[in-house]
């Protein structure tokens, strides 16, 4: 019996040079996966583990060519979505989600992409990484799109365009909320499903609203470590990773959290601020 060939994943991301997030990050993390990851970079980011210095959006026509190019050869399997920079890179990225939705009579791309967005709208160190004309578009045009998203607390209260949401019994209710606010184009009725992350909540506990509208909480371990940047990319990632593996949702959703669990386990201090968690941890327990 012949191997299953190797999946090919897309990551849509900024670029962070320090690796602690963004595309080098999702790369590591898909490779983690036994996955083939490819990448189109939709913003430059000056950046170490201390914080974000400035972004630099990549132009609509390089992102537009970028996912034309590598669709022509290297199909997704699977495609993560994370920094869309600005309103313009998310109306070529929905040209090209709303492509794929059309072509599934070709056998060479698979019946269903699963696709997760990363709603990455303010670093961790503070920064606004989208203006309100592109969260706007965010929310109208992109979000009908995907399959999941996975906002921490204050991400899903900036997509439900609330000041702020309760740590703990809101959570559910603002993911219902945002579930029912987006509409779903053509005659797709299936709904958004959402993973609201909890690596800020104490305890770490994250929420899992399927698209059938059951609720699921998922319990975490707090891990002491000051290496904790990347955490939400990782897990969206690994999420993706997980369901094009064949996962379920809730199954992967709880894989992807063990995953990130054991980065930040195995991570090592690295750099003067918030350094990454250990990304290949997984590959490297294997070869000793």
Not at 23 to 49: E, K, N, P, R, Y
Not at 191 to 197: N, P, S
Not at 242 to 261: F, I, M, N, S, T
Request: aromatic share 4%.
């Amino acid at each position: 019996m012949h191997p299953s060939p190797m999946k090919t994943v897309l990551t849509i991301a900024g670029f962070d040079p320090s690796s602690g997030a963004g595309v080098t990050a999702d790369l590591m993390v898909f490779a983690a996966h036994g996955l083939f990851g490819t990448s189109c970079i939709t913003a430059l980011t000056v950046q170490s583990t201390l914080g974000v210095q400035s972004t630099h959006p990549v132009s609509e026509a390089i992102v537009e060519a970028t996912l034309q190019c590598l669709d022509e050869d290297l199909r997704p399997a699977g495609i993560k979505i994370g920094i869309v920079s600005n309103q313009n890179n998310i109306f070529r990225i929905c040209n090209y989600l709303k492509i794929l939705k059309v072509e599934h009579s070709d056998p060479a791309r698979p019946s269903h992409i699963p696709i997760v967005l990363d709603p990455v709208l303010r670093s961790s160190s503070g920064r606004e990484l989208l203006d309100l004309a592109g969260l706007a578009a965010f929310r109208e045009h992109l979000l009908p799109l995907v399959d999941w998203v996975t906002p921490n607390v204050d991400e899903l209260a900036a997509l439900l365009g609330r000041p702020a949401i309760d740590r703990g019994a809101g959570i559910p209710e603002a993911c219902r909320a945002l579930q029912a606010s987006v509409g779903r184009p053509g005659d797709d009725i299936s709904r958004l499903g959402i993973v609201a992350t909890g690596g800020h909540l104490d305890p770490p506990n994250d929420f899992l609203l399927m698209p059938t509208g059951e609720g699921i909480w998922l319990v975490g371990e707090r891990v002491a470590t000051k290496s904790t940047h990347g955490t939400g990319c990782a897990f969206s990632s690994a999420f993706l990773s997980r369901l094009v593996l064949g996962d379920e949702p809730e199954e992967a959703a709880r894989g992807a959290k063990a995953y990130v669990a054991g980065a930040l386990r195995a991570a090592e201090s690295i750099g003067k601020g918030a350094g990454p968690i250990k990304h290949l941890w997984s590959v490297t327990k294997a070869l000793h």
